[in-house]
């Protein structure tokens, strides 16, 4: 088939380099030239594992194209997916500028029938705005379906190629048929195509996100429980998890979720709910719960210092800045949230991640008191305390010897729980996690941290 993809971002080139894949003939449109021109040569704007094996080896055999040109795009294609950004307003809905202008263009270009798909993330009723936008411009028949996406940032590609179900919306047989041709190669161990009204296609991305998100804050809600009362989170979890009707998935403890989805798709159905008169309130005590657990780790370490002021002129070492491991995404990064208030403090922060400072550093901005280091050990020489806020593989097997060299005081605050409390005491860290027992620190361990 021939399909045109409108975005290059996370979404629309994970799936333009992923339908050429199966043989399609893909062209991605994007107006920003210079993101075109470095994908035209290869260069890949964002980091995911096997996106750049898959994009280069598809430019190569041909199926795979960029352009800037909106027009050559339509007109070649035979599907457009529009996977443009829908960025959060200041009320929390989702903001579809650039959903209806690449619709007004697309109608501009129509050239026959065209199948046209909201693939960015979009309230309902989406679809209706596009199907008019598209309308106002063109003579020519289309239809409008919803095919939203559940790709996970670090796992793209084998979302994408192995999929657990492909959810279409539609409003006719005609469209439905070209949707089901289309994703057939994808679901070749029989994982549903499930094809249903476009509403509820609409509805189902952020109903899973919410659901999703409404886990792990219920989860850290759960952990924050366990240190009151003296129960383990990790004991909890299996217990809990090995229901059946429950199951493992989304039950590890942290502080808080981040990234381009969760965070977003929540406030939105918020927002979609306070528009037809409903009151989200388990969607907004998700919200509330993650907003305040962000904040948990330094009130940890100020806790452990004594106060605030106590951190003035103190080194503190950062491991992990993206949302979540194998991505560079900081967009809402718990880590964004612990260094800023680190730093407010009077703190000095040397941060590590092995993808995202660069993206990092954009987000944040200069600050002198923040550090990039050249890799995890370098950033704690002499550092005063070590805090983890993602849980890149890397960082579960440390040597702990040159960790203990390289710090003024071994004290490790683990805000993914990556690190084990008894290996921890076994060790001579001071070692605080999410809703386990932390280690009390011995006599070697207070010397040290008092003579720092």
């Known amino acids: 088939m021939d399909i045109a993809v409108i975005g290059t971002g996370y979404v629309g080139l994970v799936a333009g380099a992923c339908f050429a894949d199966t043989g399609n003939e893909v062209v991605c449109v994007d107006v920003n030239e210079a993101k075109i021109?470095?994908?035209?040569?290869?260069?890949?704007?964002?980091?995911?594992?096997?996106?750049?094996?898959?994009?280069?080896?598809?430019v190569k055999d041909g199926r795979l194209s960029f352009t800037t040109s909106l027009k050559h795009g339509v007109q070649k294609a035979e599907i457009i997916f529009i996977a443009v950004g829908t960025p959060q307003d200041e009320d929390g809905s989702a903001d579809l500028t650039h959903v209806l202008a690449v619709a007004r263009g697309i109608g501009e270009h129509m050239n026959g029938y065209k199948v046209i798909v909201d693939k960015s993330t979009v309230p309902v009723g989406t679809a209706e705005k596009v199907r008019k936008e598209i309308a106002s411009k063109t003579t020519h028949s289309f239809d409008v379906v919803s095919n939203?996406?559940?790709?996970?940032?670090?796992?793209?590609?084998?979302?994408?190629?192995k999929p657990d179900r492909v959810v279409v919306g539609v409003s006719s047989e005609k469209a439905g048929k070209i949707?089901?041709?289309?994703?057939?190669?994808?679901?070749?161990?029989?994982?549903?195509?499930?094809?249903m009204d476009v509403p509820s296609a609409e509805m189902t991305k952020y109903a899973a996100n919410t659901m999703l998100a409404t886990r792990i804050s219920f989860m850290n809600e759960i952990a924050n429980l366990c240190e009151k009362v003296g129960a383990d989170i990790d004991a909890v979890r299996i217990g809990i998890g090995t229901d059946s009707r429950i199951g493992m998935s989304f039950l590890f403890p942290g502080i808080g979720y981040g990234g381009s989805c969760f965070p977003k798709d929540v406030q939105a159905l918020i927002r979609t709910g306070k528009d037809v008169g409903?009151?989200?309130?388990?969607?907004?005590?998700v919200e509330d719960v993650n907003a305040q657990q962000k904040s948990l780790m330094f009130q940890k370490i100020v806790k452990f210092y004594g106060?605030?002021?106590?951190?003035?002129?103190?080194?503190?070492?950062?491991?992990?800045?993206?949302?979540k491991p194998k991505t560079d995404d900081v967009r809402d990064a718990p880590a964004l949230v612990v260094i800023a208030d680190l730093l407010k403090a009077g703190a000095e922060v040397s941060a590590f991640d092995p993808e995202a400072m660069k993206t990092f550093a954009a987000k944040l901005g200069n600050n002198p008191a923040l550090t990039y280091a050249e890799s995890a050990l370098h950033a704690l020489q002499d550092s005063d305390a070590l805090v983890i806020c993602t849980e890149w593989g890397e960082f579960r097997r440390p040597n702990f010897n040159k960790m203990k060299v390289a710090m003024r005081a071994p004290v490790v605050f683990d805000g993914r729980n990556i690190l084990e409390s008894k290996k921890m005491a076994e060790e001579g860290f001071y070692y605080e996690c999410m809703?386990?027992?932390?280690?009390?620190?011995?006599?070697?361990?207070a010397a040290k941290i008092n003579a720092a």
């Not at 980091?47 to 598809?58: C, K, M, S, T």
């Not at 949707?179 to 094809?195: E, K, S």
């Not at 106060?307 to 992990?320: F, M, Q, R, T």
């Open 37 to 58: 021109a470095a994908l035209v040569k290869g260069e890949i704007p964002i980091y995911e594992p096997g996106l750049a094996d898959i994009v280069q080896r598809n």
């Open 148 to 161: 939203p996406e559940f790709l996970k940032e670090g796992a793209a590609i084998d979302d994408f190629l």
């Open 179 to 195: 949707m089901m041709d289309l994703y057939a190669p994808f679901v070749r161990t029989n994982n549903p195509i499930i094809v």
């Open 278 to 285: 409903i009151s989200l309130k388990i969607s907004a005590a």
């Open 307 to 323: 106060s605030a002021e106590s951190l003035k002129g103190k080194k503190i070492a950062v491991w992990g800045l993206a949302f």
């Open 435 to 445: 809703g386990r027992p932390g280690v009390t620190s011995t006599r070697n361990v």
